[in-house]
C-alpha cells in the first residue's frame, strides 16, 4: 500500500545508509540513556561520527546528561536540523523546542513527533546513529523498528529480579517485530557471569553527569569500550 506521508520514506533512505545502534529497556530506571550517550561518546573516540538521538519525546533527558543547556541552545536549521556538537558527537532532541514544559503525547501524536524529528534532522557527515528510546515498546519504539529494520538492537536491563521478569516479555516482543537477536546487556552489575555483557555499578556517574569529560573518565565508561567494539563487530 502506498504510504501518503513522505516522513518514512526519507527517514528509512537516511538511517539506512548508515550504522544504526537503538538503545532500548524494559523498565525505565536501568541507565538506558546513560549507556547511550557513553557509547556514543566511546564511537566518537574511536574516530567514528555518531549522532545521539533522544526520542523519548514525552521525558527526554539525554540533554542533562551530556551538559547540554536546552533552556540557551537551540540546533540551527539548513538543510534541516542541525545537530547540536558535545565531544565529538551529534545531538539531535525534542528538548530544545520543549523546554522544561511537558509533552504529554500518546497514540498518534507520538508517532508523528518521532517522524517529524527523524525526517527533519539533517544527516550530513554522520555515519552511526545511536537511538535512545522510551522505555518498553509503546507506540514510539514500535514505530521505530518499523522504521528501521537492519539496526542493531541493545537491550538494558539491572541483574534485578523485576528486570529481568521484565526482559523476557521486552524480548519476546522484540522478537514477534522481527528482531530475534538484540545484544542484552546488564547494567549496574554488582558481578558478572559468563556470557553476560555486563556495565558495573559506579558511583561517580551521578557526580559525573553534565560533564562528557567526567563521564569518560568513568569505570562505566571503560567498559562500555569494550562494548563498542561487539557492537562494531556485529555491525558490520
Same mark, same amino acid.
Given at each position: 500500500? @502506498? &504510504? ?42 574511536? +574516530?567514528? #561520527? ?50 522544561? $514544559? ?38 514510539? =519504539? @514500535?514505530?521505530? @523498528? ?40 546488564? =547494567?549496574?552489575? #554488582?558481578?558478572? $557471569?559468563? +556470557? ?9 556517574? &551521578? &557526580? ?27 555491525? $558490520?
Amino acid at each position: 500500500m @502506498l &504510504e501518503v506521508d513522505p516522513r518514512p520514506a526519507r527517514i528509512r533512505a537516511e538511517l539506512g545508509a548508515r550504522k544504526v545502534i537503538i538503545v532500548t529497556g524494559s523498565k525505565g530506571g536501568v541507565g538506558k540513556t546513560t549507556i547511550a550517550a557513553l557509547l556514543s561518546l566511546a564511537l566518537a573516540e574511536r +574516530g567514528l #561520527r555518531p549522532l545521539l538521538i533522544d526520542l523519548d519525546v514525552t521525558d527526554p533527558n539525554m540533554h542533562v546528561v551530556l551538559g547540554v543547556d536546552v533552556e540557551s541552545q537551540m540546533p540551527g536549521e539548513t538543510k534541516g536540523i542541525s545537530p547540536m556538537k558535545v565531544h565529538g558527537v551529534g545531538f539531535i532532541s525534542i528538548a530544545p523546542y520543549t523546554k522544561a $514544559r511537558p509533552a504529554p503525547l500518546r497514540g498518534e501524536d507520538a508517532v508523528n513527533a518521532v517522524r517529524e524529528l527523524l525526517a527533519a534532522t539533517d544527516y550530513t557527515g554522520y555515519d552511526t546513529i545511536v537511538i535512545d528510546t522510551p522505555p518498553g515498546l509503546g507506540d514510539v =519504539n @514500535l514505530e521505530l @523498528l518499523r522504521l528501521v529494520p537492519d539496526a542493531l538492537v541493545v537491550v538494558v536491563t539491572t541483574p534485578s529480579k523485576l528486570s529481568k521478569d521484565s526482559l523476557r516479555r521486552h524480548l519476546q516482543l522484540l522478537a514477534e517485530s522481527g528482531y530475534g537477536d538484540p545484544i542484552v546487556l546488564y =547494567n549496574m552489575s #554488582r558481578g558478572e $557471569r559468563p +556470557g553476560e555483557l555486563s556495565i558495573p555499578f559506579d558511583g561517580d556517574l &551521578e &557526580e559525573a553527569y553534565g560533564d562528557p569529560l567526567k563521564l569518560m573518565e568513568t569505570k562505566a565508561y571503560g567498559k562500555v569500550r569494550g562494548l563498542a567494539e561487539v557492537l562494531l563487530a556485529r555491525l $558490520r
